[in-house]
């Protein structure tokens, strides 16, 4: 008996996501029917506004469930039933699952960028990190570094104000952490024992250094979450000064395999997974 399953990616500019594939092979292996399609709001002519419908379409043809990536990961959660502890503390949601008629919300990307952190910096020394980056994917790894026991994290974003909501909100969630919005990024790295990078600086588009590299002493350890392309301009830098490193790629990995677990019910292999993204 072959199971047969469809899923699907909402948001814009997703035509070279590695999702689909990294699904699609991951159920192949596991004798699945896997059909995983990008529903691009750029190509459709869509924007949030047209969730309801999208969602609807979904539901209509019996996807298990959809993956959700920008601009919509907060625009969801008004049309979903229920919403997982971390997806609703974390106001975003990239997973939802679709069973009998209702709409579950999730958020893997937090728990993928732990994970990969808990595999690729075992021993990282989490008393102090400074965190570029507070738009989405900053909260899922300020979160993520949070729930692994980070005890200080100062977080820097051009938009200022966007640092101190991100404070604000995670503050009360790990009272016995220290959150705040940092405003002399020297001083902060000195002080600090890693670094976390959450901002577009090293993609193709935005090339470049995200910080100054003086900053980069040999004793931080540095996690990206750039992971197109896998070795960034920072994380060369990094290991030239000697710092240990995480490249993106656990967390685009592990939040897959996440929403594969929730949207199929079977345990994926993450190691194969792993294996087959550093194969593309
Ligand atoms: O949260 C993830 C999403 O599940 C998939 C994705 C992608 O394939 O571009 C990006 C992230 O937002």
Known sequence: ??????????????????TPAMHMAEGAAQGIRYDYELIDLNLLGASEKDLP?????????????????????QAVIPYLD????EARQLGAVNTVVLRSGRRYGHNTD?????????????????????????????????YAALSLGLQRLVVFD?????AQALARMLSPLFPRAEVAAG?????????????????????????????????????LWVAEIVYFPLETALLR???????????GGGMAVFQAVGAFRLFTGLEPDAARMLGHFRAM
């Open 183 to 219: 405003n002399d990024l020297p001083s902060e790295m000195r002080n600090a024992a890693g670094l976390i990078h959450a901002t577009p600086t090293g993609m193709a588009k935005y090339p470049g250094l995200p910080l100054d590299a003086e900053l980069l002493s040999r004793s």
């Open 237 to 247: 830098e990094a290991r030239r000064r000697g710092c240990k490193t995480l490249d």
């Open 110 to 142: 937090w728990w993928g960028f732990a994970e990969g952190f808990r595999r690729g910096l075992p021993d990282a020394d989490l008393f102090s990190a400074v965190q570029l980056g507070a738009g989405g994917a900053g909260v899922a790894t300020a």
């Open 53 to 73: 419908r999208l969602l609807a379409d979904a539901e209509r043809r019996g996807f298990a469930g959809l993956n959700i990536t920008h601009p919509c990961k």
């Open 82 to 85: 229920e919403l997982a502890s």
């Open 1 to 18: 008996l072959v199971r047969s399953l469809k899923a699907g990616l909402i948001g814009t500019g997703i035509q070279a996501s590695l």
């Open 158 to 162: 051009r938009e200022a104000g966007r």
